[in-house]
C-alpha cells in the first residue's frame, strides 16, 4: 500500500512569506501528526488532527497552522516567515493515534534565506 | 525541559556485536515507548515499541528493554549489520496523541 506523502520535497522562502505543505496519509489512516526536525532541538511535535479536528497542539507560535479535510489528507501553514523555521517537516499518519504507532512520510525540507 | 533523553548523541560498534542504546524518560504517565530509525533525507522508521504492562519486547534482532522504576528503556540489536547504521531515536506517548522523542543517537557498525 502506499505510504505517507508529502509535497513539495523541497522548498526555498524568503523572510515574511508563507507557505503551505500538504500531507496523504496512508488510506484509512485518520489521525494525522506533524513534526519539525532540526539540529538542535531534534523532532518536536506540532499538531494533531484527528477526523478533520485539531486533538492535540504542541508549543509552537500561532504561525503554524494546520488543518485536515474529510479525505484524511492535512496541509500545514507557516505564516511570516523565519529563518529558525528552517527545518524537515514531517507528516504522520497512523489508524488512531500515537499508541498505534505511527508511519511518516520522508518530509519537506524547508530553507527560509 | 527534555521529557524524553537519549544522553549518547553517537555509538559505534563492530559487525556482529551488540549495540544498546539507551533512553531515560521523566513523566511517570507515558504509558507507551516506541523506537524509530531514520536514514538521512527519509522520515523515521518504526521499529518496535513496548507499552508501560510491559518489560520486554521482541521482534527478531531487536529487542527493547524497559525498566519503570528507573525511567529507562533500551533497544538492543544483535546481531549488529552494517545496514543497521542510522539515528535512532526513542519515543514515548501517554496517549495524549503525541509522541515526545528524544534527541536521537548515530549508531555506525563498522564492517
Known amino acids: 500500500k502506499a505510504g505517507v506523502t508529502q509535497t513539495p520535497r523541497y522548498l526555498i522562502k524568503t523572510r515574511g512569506q508563507q507557505v503551505t505543505l500538504s500531507c496523504s496519509p496512508i488510506?484509512?489512516?485518520?489521525?494525522v501528526s506533524w513534526y519539525q526536525q532540526t539540529p538542535g532541538q531534534g523532532l518536536q511535535f506540532l499538531f494533531e488532527?484527528?477526523?478533520?479536528?485539531?486533538?492535540n497542539k504542541g508549543n509552537f507560535p500561532g504561525r503554524f497552522s494546520g488543518r485536515q479535510f474529510s479525505n484524511s489528507r492535512s496541509e500545514m501553514n507557516v505564516s511570516t516567515l523565519e529563518l529558525g523555521d528552517s527545518a524537515l517537516y514531517l507528516c504522520?499518519?497512523?489508524?488512531?493515534?500515537?499508541?498505534?504507532?505511527?508511519?511518516f512520510g520522508s518530509g519537506t525540507r524547508l530553507t527560509v534565506v | 525541559d527534555q521529557q524524553v533523553k537519549q544522553n549518547s548523541p553517537s555509538l559505534s560498534v563492530q559487525e556482529g556485536r551488540i549495540s544498546i542504546l539507551n533512553c531515560d524518560y521523566t513523566?511517570?504517565?507515558?504509558?507507551?515507548f516506541l523506537w524509530y530509525k531514520k536514514y538521512p533525507a527519509e522520515g523515521p522508521t518504526f521499529l518496535i515499541s513496548?507499552?508501560?504492562?510491559?518489560d520486554k519486547n521482541e521482534d527478531g534482532r531487536f529487542t527493547v528493554f524497559l525498566n519503570k522504576s528507573a525511567k529507562h528503556l533500551s533497544l538492543h540489536i544483535v546481531p549488529s549489520q552494517p545496514g543497521d547504521s542510522a539515528v535512532y531515536f526513542c519515543?514515548?506517548?501517554?496517549?495524549?496523541?503525541?509522541?515526545?522523542f528524544g534527541k536521537g543517537t548515530k549508531l555506525s557498525v563498522k564492517p
Open positions: 513523566n511517570s504517565m507515558f504509558d507507551y
Open positions: 513496548i507499552s508501560s504492562i510491559k
Open positions: 504522520a499518519s497512523s489508524l488512531q493515534g500515537a499508541d498505534y504507532g505511527y508511519t
Open positions: 519515543a514515548a506517548t501517554g496517549g495524549g496523541g503525541n509522541l515526545i
Open positions: 488532527y484527528f477526523s478533520e479536528t485539531q486533538r
Open positions: 488510506s484509512g489512516h485518520r489521525s
